[in-house]
């Protein structure tokens, strides 16, 4: 792991992207920031009131001489983000409605990487997944060619990498959306030099059980592996059909799968929500993200458990994506 943050910071540091920080006011966050600028790897923008980060800054030891730091009650170019703010959510917000909106930190910040003013986005520290990626969806929106938005970890540990989806955002998806979400990942997955090996999961391996659950993953595994027959997807499976060589053998003896999957897409936020945080909290994986796939900017959320590796590890991500570099090794 040490190896591919290595890379990524020095990918990253080589165009020095605008990141915006809109929790300036909580510590992991701040502390963050200043490490990230002290380091030179990114430009943080923190959004918050001056003086009060200021003050928190001296009363947490924290250095912030340098950053650069956005209030949205003073900011000069207010109006005209009002304006492109009303004209991007064209009949669904007035003037009136946006002054308020735009006083939220997660819709000014979001509006900064819309205006190009910033290059990406993180947060999610203090703030639920819905308020932070609520600003994206509306403003920034899906990139050409993506029905939804997803949301996928990087989970790490020594040496090993896996990728886990939707653990974010789409909380019943259908199969079409399922297989959207498992080609996006696949595609993110090779973003960190993961050759993807696909496994739609379930609690039925291959008809083992059957219901509209595992019928669902069935059917969006026939609709991935027709859209993309280049990359290797395989399903339905349950975890260990999909993981252990040993029981793929018994239970899936067919699947080119041969239990080394290790791209994990699961067929609801609760399982993938839930996965994600047992093998963090359990297994003592690093968690990185949710990182947002298929939307035209870089905006990725945290989890209100993060800690200040994390916030520094997602804003090294969100550069690497805004400067559309990918990690070799
Ligand atoms: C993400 C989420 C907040 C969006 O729901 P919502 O705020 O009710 O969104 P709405 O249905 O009002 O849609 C708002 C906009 O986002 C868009 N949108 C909603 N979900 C989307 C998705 N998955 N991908 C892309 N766009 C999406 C809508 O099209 C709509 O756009 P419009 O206003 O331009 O028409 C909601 O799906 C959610 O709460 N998900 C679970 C998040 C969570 O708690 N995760 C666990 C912790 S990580
Ligand atoms: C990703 C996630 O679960 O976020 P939170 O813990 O903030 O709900």
Not at 247 to 260: I, N, T, Y
Not at 314 to 327: D, F, P
């Amino acid at each position: 792991m040490g190896d591919l943050f290595t890379e990524i910071k020095a990918h990253v540091a080589s165009h020095k992207p605008r990141i915006v920080l809109p929790e300036g006011t909580d510590e992991r966050v701040l502390t963050a920031a200043a490490k990230l600028a002290a380091d030179g790897i990114v430009k943080p923008i923190v959004i918050g009131e001056e003086a009060e980060i200021h003050a928190l800054a001296s009363q947490w030891g924290i250095e912030v001489e340098g950053l650069t730091i956005y209030d949205p009650v003073t900011y000069p170019h207010f109006a005209e983000m009002v304006a492109a703010f009303v004209e991007r959510r064209k009949g669904k917000e007035t003037t009136d409605t946006a002054q308020m909106r735009l006083k939220d930190v997660n819709y000014f910040g979001t509006m900064l990487v819309y205006m190009e003013k910033a290059d990406g986005l993180v947060s999610g520290a203090a703030h639920s997944t819905g308020d932070t990626v609520r600003p994206a969806l509306q403003i920034i929106k899906t990139a050409p060619g993506m029905k939804r938005t997803s949301g996928v970890f990087v989970m790490v540990k020594d040496e090993q990498k896996f990728v886990f989806a939707d653990c974010a955002i789409n909380i019943a998806p259908n199969e079409e959306e399922l297989a959207e979400i498992a080609v996006a990942t696949a595609e993110t997955a090779k973003l960190f030099a993961i050759e993807p090996k696909v496994a739609m999961l379930s609690f039925s391996t291959l008809g083992s059980a059957s219901s509209q659950e595992t019928k669902k993953v069935a059917a969006a595994t026939k609709l991935a592996q027709t859209a993309r027959p280049d990359l290797l997807i395989d399903g339905e499976f349950q975890f260990d059909a999909a993981f252990v060589p040993a029981v793929a053998q018994k239970k899936a003896p067919d699947s080119p799968l041969r239990g080394e999957a290790n791209v994990f897409i699961f067929p609801s936020l609760e399982s993938g929500n839930l996965g994600y945080k047992i093998a963090q909290r359990l297994g003592g994986y690093d968690a990185i993200g949710p990182i947002l796939q298929g939307l035209n900017k870089p905006v990725n959320d945290l989890s209100r458990g993060c800690n200040t590796d994390d916030v520094y590890k997602l804003c090294l991500i969100t550069g690497m994506q805004a400067i559309g570099q990918t990690v070799t090794g």
